[in-house]
């Protein structure tokens, strides 16, 4: 039996895919010449060596941590972030395994009801599997041809016709058949169509309220209507059973340490899909570092620098190769709770030698290591949602997975949740307090708000799935963590993704509707609409972010004599370029968008923010409680009555008629209004509570009940850790950058902080 385990990510990888913003090849949309120039297989390697200042693979080597582990057994232990997922480099992973073995992920690819585009086993000679040629498609496998923009192949779905490929094999005309999908049992019958049997289902709703037409009724699909990718005619892969693939022995080397008796296995639904249907051996991968250890007990616990699962994205309906990785660092840089990636780059031995597989995006699971970063504990239950009750529009035990406690039948966490969401909202206060008092509606919304900008249709809101949920110990809350982003900022071609202004999304995703049909929750979404606008997607922002990012993964794209890998999705350079031009005009249709949304909203930040906190004064300079306080200043340019001004978190205080704040001035509201009571500003005591030593929320709210300000200070992680109880308080380093993000908060300069003193941060 597996025992803990810590957390997944860090190990392979590394497909090509960077040419971006090369002078006279890749334009920014508005500026310059209207087109791309064209790109060619023979000046693919010119092309890459024009980037001779980014990091060669030996360069990298050369650059890790001296103090790194050398040994297996430090490598193993030791949770080292900056070893298993480095910044702004590529790592190099090998894998070895027995041919027999990759035969056997390929046969389970292939009685996995992906229908024609299964993917057969290669004959063998040798004992050796034959290398394949690039984007070749299986012999006798009818393929529709590749859509160059986004680097993979599609069929578009006729109106109509509703094939759910390969679940007819072994059925007769007009034989009925059940499958499942999303949790959600199917009916259909097998009818020919142009010399083929296909799944015509019967009249259902689909997995988010989509409904299917009846064919018995004659009813046809509109013609505008649209469909994920995964759920269209000829490129859907059917999940006949619930179980994951099964794991076979691989070995791991990184260079310095080797782990012996790694279970892989492929994972994925679209992306295995749409490998399987090429030649290619650039599977999504998973790796368990423990997997054996029942069989090999010298593997028990098992981990890759602390880490026991990987998750690799192999870039196959990515061309550009960034989707996945830099929605991850925009979630992080945003405060969204969000597993760890990087890239690395990752051969493939059969025992003829090492093949070159590419560029891969490897992501944290989320396990005990990355629980512990983000919420200070792991031992609360960890959710992967999928099935109907995923959608959050009722109950239902088996479309909560339990990745942690499974043992434990208890799922009134997730059921008190959802209660709450959909009690009676006539008293919108009381609705909204039993709700947050379950789930972390801010970090939700927050979420939210930097999803729809990168326009990610496959998550909730479309798809019910892609999401975990944890129930974390430090503060009694689910907190939504987002998962599986590889369509983000595509092209939408498969389906509109989700309007920015997002309440005309209907009841079957009441996560969204409910809580944006509330005037007080619509004004904290827009906030964050504003906010990530002006920060972790405000345009230069994000351009330097994809371009150092290119940067980086270019030297990776091709193997070391400059010519694609055999096993690369991208048939040319022109290729990646065209899908990195794509991803940034999405971005830009994008923020224009968002702007829109803005104005029409009338929107206009708050004048009010919480500028210091000091949270845990040292003994040194007395009792701890005797100097608490929270700084409040007015950034705008008018005076501010606060009359009615309430905190209903972290601590409790209504300030009274007549508190009015001028512009660029503070205000001081303390545990002991006494200890400050000789500074030259106002100072108020709080009613009641305490602000804790280990971090907290403290929330502001006006008269009318809306949300002013908040802030979750946290004692670790990013937080300055000199705020806690080493005399420091925490300050906000620009009043106008959002305070929910640790990286905008400093340690003050001196012991006590700087109270009342907001005009020298303004």
Not at 499 to 518: E, K
């Amino acid at each position: 039996m597996k025992t803990i385990r810590w957390i997944a990510a860090a190990c392979i990888l590394a497909l090509g895919a960077a040419l971006f913003l090369i002078p006279g090849v890749l334009q920014v949309p508005g500026q310059g010449q209207d087109t791309v120039e064209a790109v060619g297989d023979s000046d693919f390697e010119n092309l890459l060596l024009s980037w001779n200042s980014s990091p060669t693979a030996d360069e990298t080597q050369a650059s890790l941590d001296e103090d790194s582990a050398t040994s297996l057994g430090a490598a193993n232990w030791a949770i080292d972030y900056a070893t298993a997922f480095p910044e702004a480099t590529v790592q190099q992973l090998d894998i070895s395994m027995e041919s027999r073995d990759w035969e056997s992920l390929l046969a389970q690819v292939s009685s996995s009801a992906t229908g024609d585009a299964a993917r057969q086993p290669g004959a063998m000679p040798g004992g050796a599997m034959d290398r394949p040629g690039r984007m070749n498609p299986v012999e006798g496998m009818d393929v529709p041809p590749i859509d160059a923009a986004q680097g993979m192949r599609s069929q578009r779905m006729q109106p109509g016709v509703e094939m759910f490929a390969g679940v007819c094999a072994d059925c007769e005309v007009g034989g009925d058949v059940t499958v499942s999908l999303d949790g959600q049992e199917i009916s259909g019958t097998c009818v020919e169509m142009d010399g083929a049997l296909v799944f015509q289902p019967s009249s259902v709703a689909m997995p988010g309220g989509m409904m299917m037409p009846n064919a018995d009724q004659g009813e046809v699909m509109p013609q505008d209507a649209r469909m994920p990718q995964e759920m269209q005619a000829g490129n859907m892969l059917i999940s006949l059973s619930n179980n994951d693939p099964s794991y076979v022995p691989c070995t791991v080397t990184d260079g310095e340490n080797t782990w012996e008796h790694v279970g892989i296995r492929f994972k994925g639904n679209s992306t295995l899909k749409s490998t399987a249907s090429t030649d290619s051996w650039k599977y999504p991968l998973h790796l368990d570092f423990d997997e054996f250890e029942d069989a090999y007990p010298e593997t028990t616990n098992q981990r890759f620098y602390g880490f026991d699962d990987l998750s690799f994205s192999s870039g196959v309906l990515d061309a550009s190769f960034l989707r996945d990785y830099i929605s991850i660092e925009l979630y992080q840089a945003f405060a969204i709770p969000t597993p760890q990636a990087a890239y690395y780059q990752v051969t493939l031995d059969l025992g003829d030698g090492p093949e070159l597989l590419g560029l891969y995006t490897v992501i944290e699971m989320p396990e005990d290591p990355m629980l512990e970063a983000l919420f200070g504990d792991s031992d609360g239950n960890l959710y992967k949602p999928k099935g109907s009750g995923a959608a959050w529009t009722t109950f239902d035990a088996d479309s909560f997975e339990k990745k942690s406690n499974a043992s434990d039948e208890d799922w009134s966490d997730i059921e008190e949740a959802i209660d709450a969401l959909h009690a009676s909202r006539e008293d919108a206060a009381s609705w909204r307090a039993n709700l947050e008092d379950l789930f972390d509606v801010d970090g939700f919304l927050r979420w939210l708000a930097l999803n729809h900008l990168l326009g990610n249709w496959d998550s909730y809101g479309q798809m019910a799935q892609n999401y975990y949920l944890y129930h974390s110990s430090s503060d009694d809350l689910l907190h939504w963590i987002p998962w599986d982003s590889n369509e983000a900022l595509s092209d939408g071609r498969s389906r509109a993704s989700t309007p920015i202004d997002a309440r005309s999304v209907g009841d079957n995703w009441p996560l969204i509707s409910f809580l944006l049909d509330d005037p007080v929750y619509f004004q904290v979404y827009v906030t964050y609409v504003a906010e990530a606008l002006d920060t972790v997607f405000e345009t230069e922002t994000f351009e330097a972010l994809v371009q150092e990012t290119q940067e980086t993964i270019a030297p990776y794209i091709a193997d070391e004599d400059g010519s694609l890998s055999e096993h690369s999705f991208v048939n040319s350079a022109e290729e990646v370029v065209n899908a990195t031009h794509q991803l940034l005009a999405s971005a830009y249709a994008n923020i224009e968008e968002g702007e829109a949304c803005l104005e029409s909203e009338g929107y206009e930040p708050a004048s009010i923010v919480i500028s210091e906190i000091y949270y845990n004064a040292p003994s040194a300079q007395g009792e701890d409680e005797d100097y608490e306080f929270i700084e409040l200043a007015n950034r705008g340019t008018t005076a501010v009555d606060l009359s009615g001004y309430c905190f209903d978190d972290g601590i409790q205080m209504t300030l009274p008629e007549g508190i009015w704040l001028e512009p660029q001035q503070c205000l001081l509201l303390a545990k002991n209004a006494s200890t400050y009571e000789d500074l030259p500003v106002t100072v108020l005591q709080w009613e009641s509570g305490s602000l804790s030593n280990g971090g907290e929320t403290v929330r502001l709210v006006d008269a009318d009940g809306y949300w002013v300000d908040r802030v979750t200070y946290r004692d670790e992680g990013s937080w300055p850790v000199l705020a806690d109880g080493e005399g420091a308080s925490l300050e906000l380093m620009d009043l106008d950058r959002p305070n929910h993000m640790a990286a905008n908060w400093i340690a003050s300069p001196v012991v006590g902080g700087t109270p009342g003193r907001c005009q020298d941060e303004v």
